[in-house]
C-alpha cells in the first residue's frame, strides 16, 4: 500500500482563485514529482524536487508553483485559477536511483469555473 | 532521455496470458527497463522493473531482448482487473531532471470476459 497521498480529490473553484493542492508521504523519500493529466491523455511532469529547498520545473511549462520546506510535503499552488487548468494532478515519489519504483497518489481533479 | 514504442491498443481474453510489447531502440546501457500501469481513474502504479536479465514477481514477467532494443511485458493469466493503461519507460542517467520518470501514451490493454 502506497504512503502517499494528495487532498482534496476532487476541487470545482471559480476563476481567480487561488488553490493550493496537498501531497505528503510518509516513505522519507527525497524525490517527489508532479504530473499533469487531461483525461485520455498521457501523463506530463511539470515539477520535481530532489529534497528540501529543491525544486525544478518538468518538460511541460505549467503556471503552477511548488515548495518543498519538509522532505514529506511537496504542495502545487495556482496563484490565480483559471479554466485552462481544469485538469488531473498526481504527485509521485520515489528514492533517489534509476532501480528504484515511485509511488503515485491517487490525484487531485481539478475543475476551475 | 530514450524513447519508447509501444502499441496504442491491445486486446486479450480473460483467463489468457497478454504479450505487452515494448522497443526502445536507442537504449544506452545504463538505462533501466519500467514499466506501470494506471488503472481508470487511478494514479500510475509500479509493476516491474530490469536491467538485463527476465524478471518476475507477483505481477507479470519482464522479459529482456539480448540486445535490450526491446521488452516484453507478459501477464500470465489476464483478469478483468488488469484492464489499463501500461506504460513503458526508460530510467536512466539524463544529466539532471526526474531520473526518466517520463511517461508516453503507452498501451490501453481491453480484457475481454
Known amino acids: 500500500e502506497a504512503d502517499i497521498y494528495q487532498t482534496p480529490r476532487y476541487l470545482v473553484i471559480g476563476t481567480g482563485k487561488k488553490i493550493t493542492l496537498e501531497c505528503s508521504q510518509t516513505m522519507g523519500h527525497d524525490k517527489m514529482y508532479w504530473y499533469q493529466q487531461d483525461p485520455g491523455m498521457e501523463l506530463h511532469l511539470i515539477h520535481y524536487?530532489?529534497?528540501?529547498?529543491?525544486?525544478e520545473k518538468g518538460d511541460l511549462s505549467s503556471e503552477s508553483t511548488v515548495s518543498r520546506i519538509r522532505t514529506e510535503h511537496f504542495p502545487l499552488t495556482l496563484e490565480s485559477a483559471r479554466p485552462s487548468h481544469t485538469s488531473q494532478y498526481l504527485c509521485?515519489?520515489?528514492?533517489?536511483?534509476?532501480?528504484?519504483?515511485?509511488?503515485f497518489g491517487q490525484g487531485t481533479r481539478l475543475t476551475v469555473v | 532521455d530514450a524513447k519508447t514504442t509501444q502499441p496504442n491498443s491491445m486486446e486479450s481474453n480473460e483467463e489468457e496470458p497478454v504479450h505487452l510489447p515494448c522497443n526502445h531502440s536507442t537504449i544506452s546501457g545504463t538505462d533501466y527497463i519500467h514499466w506501470y500501469r494506471q488503472l481508470p481513474s487511478q494514479g500510475p502504479e509500479y509493476v516491474i522493473h530490469g536491467l538485463t536479465s527476465n524478471v518476475n514477481n507477483r505481477m507479470a514477467s519482464l522479459a529482456i531482448a539480448e540486445d535490450r532494443k526491446s521488452s516484453t511485458l507478459i501477464l500470465h493469466r489476464a483478469t478483468l482487473r488488469d484492464a489499463a493503461v501500461y506504460y513503458c519507460?526508460?530510467?536512466?542517467?539524463?544529466?539532471?531532471?526526474?531520473?526518466?520518470?517520463?511517461f508516453g501514451k503507452g498501451t490501453h490493454l481491453i480484457i475481454q470476459p
Open positions: 519507460i526508460l530510467r536512466g542517467y539524463s544529466g539532471g531532471g526526474a531520473d526518466g520518470l517520463t
Open positions: 524536487s530532489y529534497g528540501v529547498n529543491s525544486t
Open positions: 509521485a515519489s520515489s528514492e533517489f536511483g534509476r532501480a528504484t519504483e515511485a509511488f
